[in-house]
Nanobody
Framework: QVQLVESGGGLVQAGGSLRLSCTASGPTFSMYQMGWFRQAPGKEREFVAVIRRSVGDTYYADSVKGRFTISRDNAKNTVYLQMNSLKPEDTAVYYC?????????????????WGQGTQVTVSS
């Protein structure tokens, strides 16, 4: 069982920045792929970014590419999502998730554990 705790959400004006953090329990964090997803009211959960275990390969949704950066610190069991140039359409609850398999999954059904989510609101 892996527990994930997100933090760093909040209210920011368009063009601003936020950094989300997600800390995982357990000693095998470096073996997991870590993903970020988001869900706006009335919409399906949407892939944002994923980072591979120890090698650190990354993949982004087109909607955030060039604005968001995913990174990880395996010594701290933490994955980050640096969000710059935020837009009102980035408003959503952001979730981190663990995939214990291989690859760089973008489908939420491929992930095994989820955090509780953190709200990000971008005002225009």
């Amino acid at each position: 069982q892996v527990q994930l705790v997100e933090s760093g959400g909040g209210l920011v004006q368009a063009g601003g920045s936020l950094r989300l953090s997600c800390t995982a329990s357990g000693p095998t964090f470096s073996m997991y792929q870590m993903g970020w997803f988001r869900q706006a009211p009335g919409k399906e959960r949407e892939f944002v970014a994923v980072i591979r275990r120890s090698v650190g390969d990354t993949y982004y949704a087109d909607s955030v590419k060039g604005r968001f950066t995913i990174s990880r610190d395996n010594a701290k069991n933490t994955v980050y999502l640096q969000m710059n140039s935020l837009k009102p359409e980035d408003t959503a609850v952001y979730y981190c998730a663990v995939d214990v398999g291989l690859g760089l999954p973008t489908n939420p059904y491929e992930y095994d554990y989820w955090g509780q989510g953190t709200q990000v609101t971008v005002s225009s």
